[in-house]
Nanobody, 112 residues
Framework: QVQLVESGGGLVQPGGSLRLSCAAS????????MQWYRQAPGKQRELVAF???????RYADSVKGRFTISGEKAQRTVYLQMNSLKPEDTAVYYC??????WGQGTQVTVSS
């Protein structure tokens, strides 16, 4: 079983940046996909970005060019660098391992 803990959320002004971290522990397969999702109040959870052990990376159209997903395998940590943040990016952000294990979420609020 894999445990995930997110951190790095907070309040930021529009146009600002945040970097979310997701620390993984437990048994991680050599073949995997790590995802970042978000859920805004009253909306469904949506996929923001993911990368796979095979090297594939994908982003939601709404965050392309602004967000970057990356990982440090040795530290078992996945990051989501978020730049040029907009109020509509406000949500609880979750990381996931193969969509089977989920973190508790971290709140991101973009507001002036």
């Amino acid at each position: 079983q894999v445990q995930l803990v997110e951190s790095g959320g907070g309040l930021v002004q529009p146009g600002g940046s945040l970097r979310l971290s997701c620390a993984a522990s437990g048994s991680i397969s050599s073949i995997y996909a790590m995802q970042w999702y978000r859920q805004a109040p009253g909306k469904q959870r949506e996929l923001v970005a993911f990368f796979t052990s095979g090297g594939s990376t994908r982003y939601a159209d709404s965050v392309k060019g602004r967000f970057t997903i990356s990982g440090e395998k040795a530290q078992r940590t996945v990051y989501l660098q978020m730049n040029s943040l907009k109020p509509e990016d406000t949500a609880v952000y979750y990381c996931a391992y193969n969509r089977l294990s989920w973190g508790q979420g971290t709140q991101v609020t973009v507001s002036s």
